[in-house]
């Protein structure tokens, strides 16, 4: 309650000139993902041991589930909102790059530091009690999946002071750019075959996406015939290079075998991004009036507050969960995945997965909203640079192998070592105080 009280006051202080849809679509967009995550994962205990699987794999069916639960663009779209937002403030108050970073820095390195120490010090100690590598690199693995996003997001933001002033010069020929290199890295990919290609579509595919919340903040496209048009032709695209074209059902991970639209990122992402920004934005201005509403409008700026802890933490949980239960016999993991009473057990399954996050979040979301001390003096911007680009590495790594079985020895030490190394490099440790909601 001292919570909710505490996010209905500051709530009630907003001011009438922010744009809370935006928050709104933040807080939205991370809560579908952490219900598709918890849908797709399956756990099915049968003779004593317990099997993991996906949805979409066993389930194929299942697969245009993801047209909906894939909204990681939306996150995107609202990161380039928000950061033109803060680059446009940081420009007014003659805050250079080295601040302005400082802060996005602190928000997203920290709570993603007590993730991964966390499961460093959970994998030792499976390690001691003797847990087989495959388990220990299991748990952790898929309990650091989330972590691939703010790889990712990471480098956009390094990048935005840069991707703006494109933006500010160029307009949509600078969207252009990138979406028309990542249409030609998928041609390589596909008719080519140059396969190794295809990841560099991490940087031109988001950074697109990414510009679209550019467009937003300008304002370029106000007229609501005209966004559904656009959301039309992006739902188009996508279908034909789905049901022609070479892509794959899925829009999430690769139940495919060698083909994924995320992994690496395709233009049909682009495409699904698109949509999801002309549909969204149509309904902007009714949803800003919802927003009005105190109630709703706290329950956004508290999800807001605890954003990324929720985020990073929601597969933790499950395996949690889920090794609890198979501890205790298997309750309630014999269900077959995919059945009738499979589908029907799943409003329960959420429920009880929330009642775990939600006090975990409150625990550790005051990590989240540290604040830099007003007279602390940032990092240089190259040390930040340096810094953020070897927690993304690091991240990375740990996102793809876990810890406990990696390809090559000690790589998960690495890997962990580059992301505390580079979160000091940066300034990120010891450099900021907690505050309230």
């Known amino acids: 309650m001292r919570i909710w009280s505490q996010a209905r006051e500051l709530a009630a202080q907003t001011p009438p000139e922010r744009n809370r849809y935006i928050d709104f679509l933040r807080a939205a967009s991370i809560l579908i993902v952490i219900v598709g995550h918890w849908l797709i994962a399956t756990f099915y205990f049968t003779d004593n041991s317990i099997a993991f699987g996906l949805l979409l794999k066993s389930h194929p ?15 995107f779209i609202v990161g380039g909102y928000s950061n033109a937002l803060s680059l446009e403030s940081a420009h007014r108050k003659g805050i250079g790059y080295g601040g302005w970073l400082a802060g996005r820095l602190n928000r997203l390195v920290t709570p993603l530091l007590v993730l991964v120490a966390c499961w460093a010090a959970i994998s030792m100690i499976m390690y001691l009690f003797d847990a087989s590598p495959e388990v220990i690199q299991y748990t952790s693995q898929a309990s650091l999946i989330p972590t691939w996003f703010l790889a990712i997001y990471i480098m956009v933001v390094l990048l935005a002071p840069a991707t703006h002033l494109l933006w500010q010069r160029y307009g949509f020929r600078s969207f252009g750019l990138f979406a028309g290199s990542a249409l030609l890295i998928d041609i390589a990919f596909f008719a080519a075959d140059l396969r190794w290609l295809g990841w560099v579509n991490y940087v031109p595919v988001w950074l697109a996406v990414h510009h679209l919340g550019y467009v937003w903040r300008d304002d370029r496209i106000n007229s609501r ?10 739902l188009l695209a996508l279908t034909l290079l789905v049901f022609i074209g070479p892509y794959p059902l899925a829009m999430v991970g690769s139940p495919d075998t060698g083909l994924s639209n995320s992994t690496p990122p395709k233009i049909t992402i682009l495409a699904l991004g698109l949509f999801q920004f002309g549909l969204l934005l149509a309904l902007e201005a009714p949803m800003r009036q919802k927003l009005e509403r105190l109630g709703l409008w706290t329950a956004t700026v508290l999800i807001n507050s605890m954003i990324m802890t929720v985020y990073l933490w929601h ?44 006090p975990l979040a409150l625990l550790l979301s005051p990590l989240e909203r540290r604040s830099r001390r007003r007279e602390g003096i940032p990092a240089s911007p190259g040390r930040q640079i340096t810094g953020a680009i070897m927690v993304c590495l690091g991240i990375a790594l740990l996102a793809r192998f876990g810890f406990g079985n990696a390809p090559l020895s000690y790589l998960d030490i690495v890997a962990f070592t580059s992301v505390v190394l580079g979160a000091g490099i940066c300034g990120v440790l010891g450099s900021s105080m907690p505050k309230e909601i």
Do not use: C, D, K, N
């Open 61 to 75: 069916q299942t697969q245009w589930l993801t047209w909906v639960f894939q909204v990681m663009p939306v996150f």
């Open 315 to 358: 597969i933790t949980i499950m395996i949690i969960f889920v090794s609890l239960l198979y501890l205790t016999g298997g309750v309630g993991l014999e269900i077959e995945p995919g059945g009738v009473t499979w589908w029907l057990t799943r409003p329960l399954w959420i429920a009880v997965l929330l009642v775990f996050l939600v």
């Open 225 to 234: 015939t005209h966004l559904m048009v656009y959301s039309a032709l992006g």
